[in-house]
């Protein structure tokens, strides 16, 4: 098993540009999630998506939409990038059931918006 | 004000010591309690759980739960180099456990 993988590892972007973050898990898990790291912020939740073709908002939504076609893929599309989106961007996954609070985590996407 | 609030160090100890890092939460709905650990440029992995309030224990590593005082701890014992990393909490609503709250890490350095 490959787990949860996220491409790319770096990107640069200029403001405005947009772009999408590649997520995909080869568990069958049906809980994904997408989060943002900034220094002393710790973990702050995107958005989530609960089966194919359910998503909801998490605590930062704001300039970012996904979808969910499959159980495999979660993209996080950034529409217009700003500077304030420069972070780390972990990408996770879990069982429904029980016990679906273990999640497990991509390597990251380090995006820079200058 | 966040739900979950975390002192986020940076915490620093000589090997050997115990090690206790804190989280306070405000949402009383919260009944999963989890412990990640993330080493440098790597992403988090779940170090322990507790389901409502209690203690468990898993080799040197001891999770509390006070939901009286909405108050969660972790506990380190003969803290090892190897320990030094972010210790994330992260709570849960039972039933919506795919949405995790975190609070902001705390970053421990165990010193030889």
């Known amino acids: 098993n490959a787990g949860v993988t996220q491409t790319p590892k770096f990107q640069v972007l200029k403001t405005g540009q947009s772009m999408t973050l590649q997520c995909a898990q080869d568990?069958?898990?049906?809980?994904m999630s997408w989060y943002r790291q900034d220094p002393g912020m710790g973990l702050r939740l995107i958005h989530y998506?609960?089966?194919?073709?359910?998503?909801d908002q998490g605590e930062v939504p704001n300039g970012y939409n996904v979808s969910r076609s499959t159980t495999e893929d979660f993209p996080l599309r950034l529409l217009s990038a700003a500077p304030s989106q420069t972070s780390v961007y972990f990408c996770?996954?879990?069982?429904?059931?029980?016990?679906?609070?273990?999640?497990?985590f991509g390597p990251g996407t380090r995006l820079t918006v200058t | 004000q966040k739900e979950v609030e975390q002192d986020p160090g940076p915490l620093s100890v000589p090997e050997g010591a115990i090690v206790s890092l804190n989280c306070t939460y405000s949402?009383?709905?919260?009944?999963?309690f989890m412990w990640y650990r993330q080493y440098s440029r790597k992403g988090p992995e779940l170090l322990m759980y507790?389901?409502?309030?209690g203690n468990k224990e898993d080799g040197r590593f001891t999770a509390q739960v006070d939901k009286s005082s909405k108050y969660i701890s972790l506990f380190i014992r003969d803290s090892q180099p190897s320990d030094s990393a972010t210790y994330l909490c992260?709570?849960?609503?039972?039933?919506?456990?795919?949405?995790?709250?975190f609070g902001q890490g705390t970053t421990l350095q165990v010193k030889p």
């Open positions: 949402n009383s709905a919260f009944q999963y």
């Open positions: 568990m069958n898990h049906e809980y």
């Open positions: 992260a709570m849960a609503i039972s039933g919506n456990t795919g949405k995790l709250i």
């Open positions: 998506s609960v089966g194919a073709g359910i998503t």
């Open positions: 507790t389901y409502s309030s």
């Open positions: 996770a996954s879990s069982y429904s059931g029980r016990p679906s609070y273990e999640q497990y």
